[in-house]
Antibody
Framework: EVQLVESGGGLVQPGGSLRLSCAAS????????MNWVRQAPGKGLEWVSY????????FSADSVKGRFAISRDNAKNSLYLQMNSLRVEDTAVYYC??????????????????????WGQGTLVTVSS | DIQMTQSPSSLSASVGDRVSITCRAS??????LSWYQQKPGKAPKLLIY???SLHSGVPSRFSGSGSGTDFTLTISSLQPVDFATYYC?????????FGGGTKVEIK
């Protein structure tokens, strides 16, 4: 069974830092791209960051660029989000989400479509003084 | 950035109703459109990817259609477990973006 378990959330003051972790199990972690997606209280979903299966490529939303850094340790089946210079508007539940892979019968290959097929339960980050 | 606009933002429907939710992209995204269901306090669940492909384990009453900029999620016969908020998401280009959500409530 695929499991993604986030940890590291909590209350932090504006300008502070937090490091979120996501422990993955039940699948071959090194095969999959991973993402962080957040949801502010009572609001919709916002994609935060992406990392390729090897960790060589990353992309982030403009709202966090230069402040947040996504990384992974494939030996530990873990995904991370280092969050610096936190702002009140970063308050949200943060989810790690696996990038879906699907079989393409025309090529016989596994392909990515950018969908997120497994999500963790989320960890709440509250930025407040 | 590609903006995703969902309509309606909420709807009331009865068990057994056919329900459709629309998602419009600010530019063409080909078929790179996914749909998710989220219940209060829970993580989203993938329903449909690549516009019309049903994710494993998702009931066949859910279907997706469209291409380019206009997409639709249809629930053929609404069930009690389907009352939730639904989101569309484009994966044509970064930043990946979601629609604002459609809350499906019991009439």
């Amino acid at each position: 069974e695929v499991q993604l378990v986030e940890s590291g959330g909590g209350l932090v003051q504006p300008g502070g830092s937090l490091r979120l972790s996501c422990a993955a199990s039940g699948f071959t972690f090194t095969t999959y791209e991973m993402n962080w997606v957040r949801q502010a209280p009572g609001k919709g979903l916002e994609w935060v960051s992406y990392i390729s299966s090897s960790g060589a490529d990353t992309f982030s939303a403009d709202s966090v660029k230069g402040r947040f850094a996504i990384s992974r340790d494939n030996a530990k089946n873990s995904l991370y989000l280092q969050m610096n210079s936190l702002r009140v508007e970063d308050t949200a539940v943060y989810y790690c989400a696996r990038g879906a892979l699907f079989y393409d019968p025309s090529t016989g290959d596994l392909v990515t479509t950018g969908a997120f097929d497994s999500w963790g339960q989320g960890t709440l980050v509250t930025v407040s003084s | 950035d590609i903006q995703m606009t969902q309509s309606p933002s909420s709807l009331s429907a009865s068990v057994g109703d056919r329900v459709s939710i629309t998602c419009r992209a600010s530019q063409s995204i080909g078929s790179y459109l996914s749909w998710y269901q989220q219940k209060p306090g829970k993580a989203p669940k993938l329903l449909i990817y690549k516009t019309s492909s049903l994710h494993s384990g998702v009931p066949s009453r859910f279907s997706g259609s469209g291409s380019g900029t206009d997409f639709t999620l249809t629930i053929s016969s609404l069930q009690p477990v389907d009352f939730a908020t639904y989101y569309c998401q484009q994966s044509y280009s970064t930043p990946l973006t979601f629609g604002g959500g459609t809350k499906v409530e019991i009439k």
